[in-house]
């Protein structure tokens, strides 16, 4: 292999390294610059929340989330498609209630209790 040849041949790899090395730091700076947060805390006094979304690709219609007796909505949050409802009575007793947005099921209910 010729001088020549042997210095094309470091030079494109050398190249290759630095723009694969910028498509990385590329990435992840976008990454950073439009990471979002789905969390939403919200004091609502109702006894049921129901959201609606504009049309869209993301859209899901309204879920209604009936309120336990005697509790409050303390505050929700909406992540991956789920809601998470935290409800609190006078007495201090808690629970988080998990609803998905696509058809309303309840996923699950955490009780959260005083030790």
Known sequence: MSEQTLKMVVITLGALLVIGFAIVVGTI?????????????????????????????????????????GMELKSFTVNDGVIYAHFIDAAGYEIIRAVRLGDGLVLGTINISNE
């Open 29 to 69: 700076l976008y990454r950073l610059i439009n990471m979002s947060d789905d969390s939403i805390n919200a004091e609502l006094p109702t006894a049921s929340y129901t959201g609606t979304i504009a049309a869209g690709s993301d859209a899901f219609g309204s879920v209604d989330i009936a309120r336990p007796a």
